[in-house]
């Protein structure tokens, strides 16, 4: 199955300042690749997503960019705020029979004001 | 309501009891997905239903571990003889399609102790 891994576990980074979050799969049948955010305490919530068919999206001061031939997708994140320090959990789709998502085990992001 | 809820939220059990835990999905939504989350780690699938069918419970981490979903709604997760091993937040999610290509809506969880 699919099998997702995350660097680093933990980036601390200075108000202002871009966060970058790198998630690798396995399964090159991958073609669908989200990204959710957890603050303390509360659910996942998907931030932005992106699918094989393009190489980069964004939105706001997110963005998402994907390289299928190296099998990694990563989250940058500019301009970083106090409210972007969460959990985020990156995952992959797998198309064999349980349609399940694999995620990543996430990274702590911390943002010093 | 119009997220996906979960019950209880908090549940504190002796090791050997069993424990249920319920997953109200979002109305319309046909997946339904369980996920383990412990501390410090990601987010480990359990199970997967679409409509009330689960196509591949390999993701149940032991036989004590059962789920089912009646009417294409509420899903129970059921922990039999349960384990210190089995203390985590268990997470339920939504979606509206059939494949993993769409946004789960996450349920706020159910932290399980087990003394």
């Known amino acids: 199955g699919e099998n997702v891994e995350q660097h680093p576990s933990t980036l601390s980074v200075q108000e202002g300042d871009s966060a970058v979050i790198k998630c690798t799969y396995s399964d090159s049948a991958s073609n669908y690749f989200p990204w959710y955010k957890q603050e303390l305490g509360k659910r996942p919530q998907l931030i932005i997503d992106?699918?094989?068919?393009?190489g980069e999206k964004k939105d706001q001061r997110i963005a998402v960019t994907l390289n299928k031939t190296a099998k990694h997708f990563s989250l940058h994140i500019t301009e970083t705020q106090p409210e972007d320090s969460a959990v985020y959990f990156c995952?992959?789709?797998?198309?064999?029979?349980?349609?399940?998502?694999?995620f990543g085990k996430g990274n702590q992001v911390v943002v010093i004001p | 309501g119009a997220g996906v809820s979960q019950s209880p939220s908090n549940k504190v059990t002796e090791k050997g009891k069993d424990v249920e835990l319920r997953c109200d999905p979002i109305?319309?939504?046909?997946?339904l997905y369980w996920y383990r989350q412990s501390l410090g780690q990601g987010l480990e699938f359990l199970i997967y239903f679409q409509g009330n069918s689960a196509p591949d419970k390999s993701g149940l981490p032991s036989d004590r571990f059962s789920a089912e979903r009646t009417g294409g709604s509420v899903s129970t997760l059921t922990i039999q003889r349960t384990q210190q091993e089995d203390s985590a937040v268990y997470l339920c999610?939504?979606?509206?399609?059939?494949?993993?290509?769409?946004?789960?809506?996450f349920g706020s969880g159910t932290q399980l102790s087990v003394l």
């Open positions: 999610a939504s979606s509206l399609g059939k494949g993993a290509t769409e946004k789960l809506f």
């Open positions: 992106i699918r094989s068919n393009v």
């Open positions: 109305s319309g939504h046909t997946a």
């Open positions: 995952a992959a789709n797998s198309l064999t029979g349980d349609n399940r998502l694999a």
